[in-house]
Every structure is written in C-alpha cells, then in structure tokens.
C-alpha cells in the first residue's frame, strides 16, 4: 500500500531532477553595459537589462528576505539577495547598481 501512495512522487521527483538537468536555469549576470536578471517559474527565463535604462533602484525586505528592485524604462525586476553566493557579493552588486563603485 505503502508502494502505491509513493509511486506519483516519486515519477514527480525524477521528472524534476530530468528537467533540471536537461533545462538548466537562467543565472544572474553583471556584464560591463548591462544585468541579466532570472524570472518566471524556477527561474527558466530572463532579461537583459542595459544600465543606461535603469530609471530607479531601490531595496526592499519581504517577509524577510532582501531584494534589490530595478526600475527600468520598459519594465522592472527584482534581484533576491538568495540569488547571489554571499553577503559580499550582495554589497558590490548593490554598490554598482547604486552608482558607488568606491565600495567594490
């Protein structure tokens, strides 16, 4: 009986393991005239962001959890602090994206 009631979450499990291999997500990146910023459902999709659009940058705590907020001339995106390796990096990423490049 045991058996039965596992077998759905299991075939769940090793389909998500498939597509994570198989689709890799999108990551995070700084490049030298613009961000790549992850979105949608596991973070799959993303966008590319140039510097120069950016319009307003601001951070913001939910439910405790950090996220730095891009307000760009055709849309805006948030960068979740989890998305980045450590508390440092946070830092220079919120040092670039605020104009302060001194603090890197």
């Given at each position: 009986?045991l058996?039965?009631l596992?077998?759905?979450y299991?075939v ?10 198989a689709?890799?997500?999108?990551t995070?990146?700084?490049g030298q005239?613009?961000i ?15 510097y ?13 959890r ?5 307000h ?12 980045l390796?450590?508390?440092?990096a946070?830092t220079?990423?919120?040092s670039?994206?605020?104009g ?5």
């Amino acid at each position: 009986m045991l058996t039965l009631l596992s077998a759905p979450y299991t075939v769940v499990g090793l389909v998500l393991v498939f597509r994570r291999i198989a689709l890799p997500c999108a990551t995070l990146e700084i490049g030298q005239d613009g961000i790549v910023l992850p979105y949608g459902f596991l973070r799959r999709k993303s966008e590319r962001v140039i510097y120069r659009d950016i319009r307003a940058v601001h951070e913001e705590r939910v439910r405790g959890r950090t996220f730095l907020v891009l307000h760009a001339t055709t849309d805006s995106g948030r960068i979740a602090a989890s998305l980045l390796p450590n508390e440092d990096a946070y830092t220079v990423v919120t040092s670039i994206l605020f104009g302060k490049p001194n603090l890197i």
